[in-house]
């Protein structure tokens, strides 16, 4: 599976190159004596305590799927018959990532549509779907002055949008490099949204965002570089110590975001319900909808509404944690291993990740879940569920609790 990394291979190299201590090497090889030459930095060893991965401390096991759209998320608006449908789906596992951009640059694209030219402040518009997508879309409407909008869906709860994991980095997607430029800006207005709420300086969310360290086992593989220097730092490397005679060489970003999914659910939900209609309803085609404009925001559902074979599921597997101190907990790590097969036969991508994802109505010190898979067209009646006990296996061996 092609994947959405960063390869702005020309940058990333000179970054390594420099932080690697390389630049010295070649300075001195050169011929240079310079006193003033820094030696390379010992990375920093950061100490982190392994969570409790013993079988009475795992919580809920969750399963779900990434509405992956090959090619890139679609994010245009179009005339259906009498209609004017914007289309916003299709983020594969950067939904979170880049929603309040996504959601930004889709309602722009429609609001200045030659379609929409008769679109006025109080018209209907009725979005699709009520994940992380349809209520940032719904949010930013609210905020550009529409009053008159409507959320309809089949499903308000337990979506994968409450059960996503809360990393911000644009990973997991499969886009075409022109895309490239317009996921940068939609992930850079998202991380100055999210941000904002980590800082309490965003005015209508408190909640739901926070600023901890991010690990990755290289620059690439963070999805990251594209915001260094824009709106994060730099990352460093750092060796990680997790008492248990396992080390790891790792790159730290140290102004990574975890978004708190269901938390910031609840948030958006509570804030758009005074503003927005909420009608549960199965949407089979557009013509259904009374409303002159439309929005397509239903994840999975976005495809066969739009006739589009390029989105597929993309299965997740999650395990929730209980009973931990959410103290040696406030970090993110993702690290892939690679790929195998499922015992169904299909291709999985198993990795481990870890961030401080706590579910609204558990006890103060049920934090953290583990992740995860990606197992490209798994549906619910292969749950593949045996991806559970391996997934916690490469967890443990991973903080080196197994030898
Ligand atoms: C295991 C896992 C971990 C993840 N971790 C992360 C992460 O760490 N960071 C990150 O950025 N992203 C992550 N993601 C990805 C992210 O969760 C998704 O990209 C995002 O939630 C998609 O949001 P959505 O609103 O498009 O879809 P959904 O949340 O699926 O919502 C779709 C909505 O559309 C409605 N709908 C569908 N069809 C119809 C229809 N025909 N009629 C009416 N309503 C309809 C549904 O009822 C629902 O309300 C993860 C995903 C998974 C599965």
């Known amino acids: 599976m092609r994947k959405y990394l960063s390869t702005i291979s020309f940058s ?26 820094k030696l390379p930095a010992t990375p920093e060893v950061r100490k982190i305590t392994p969570p409790k991965l013993d079988q009475a401390y795992l919580g809920k096991e969750i399963l779900c799927e990434r509405p992956m759209r090959h090619g890139s998320p679609q994010l245009s608006v179009e005339k259906i018959g009498d209609q004017v449908v914007a289309h916003d789906y299709g983020h594969g596992g950067s939904g979170w990532t880049l929603a309040p951009g996504s959601a930004e640059y889709v309602n722009q694209l429609f609001v200045t549509s030659p379609y929409a030219s008769d679109l006025k402040k109080d018209s209907p518009i009725t979005i699709v779907g009520a994940g992380v997508i349809g209520l940032f879309t719904a949010y930013d409407l609210v905020q550009r002055g529409y009053t008159n909008i409507t959320i309809m869906a089949d499903r308000f709860e337990n979506l994968t949008s409450h059960n996503a994991g809360g990393l911000l980095a644009p990973v997991s997607m499969d886009n075409d490099p022109k895309m490239q430029a317009v996921i940068e800006k939609i992930g850079l207005d998202a991380y100055r949204f999210y941000a904002q709420v980590a800082k309490g300086t965003h005015p209508d969310f408190k909640k739901g965002a926070v600023i901890v360290p991010s690990y990755f086992d290289n620059r690439e593989e963070s999805g990251l570089e594209p915001y260094v220097g824009k709106v994060m730092q730099p990352a460093k490397e750092v060796v990680l110590d997790f008492g248990t005679g396992t080390t790891r ?46 929005i397509n925001c239903a994840g999975l559902g976005a495809g066969a509404l739009n006739s589009d074979k ?26 892939y291993f690679g790929e195998a097969k499922t015992k169904s036969g299909l291709k999985v991508k198993r990795s481990f990740y870890q961030f401080p994802k706590h579910l609204p109505g558990t006890g103060v010190n049920d934090v953290g879940v583990v992740g995860g898979t990606f197992i490209e067209g798994a549906t619910w009646d292969m749950p593949n569920q045996e991806e559970f006990a ?6 443990r061996k991973f903080y080196g609790l197994t030898k």
């Open 310 to 335: 390029a989105v597929v599921p993309v299965q997740g597997h999650l395990i929730m944690l209980k009973d931990q101190k959410p103290q040696d907990l406030q970090y993110m790590i993702l690290v």
């Open 249 to 294: 060489k790792m790159v730290a970003y140290d102004d990574g975001i975890f978004m708190d999914t269901a938390v910031m659910m609840t948030s958006l939900t509570d804030y758009l319900k005074p503003r927005v209609k909420f009608v549960q309803k199965k949407v089979n085609q557009f013509k259904d909808i009374d409303s002159h404009f439309v």
């Open 12 to 37: 990333i190299s000179i970054l390594i190159f420099v932080s690697c201590g390389w630049a010295q090497s070649a300075a001195r090889i050169a011929g240079s004596t310079s006193t003033e030459m």
């Open 390 to 395: 391996i997934m916690m296996e490469g967890a």
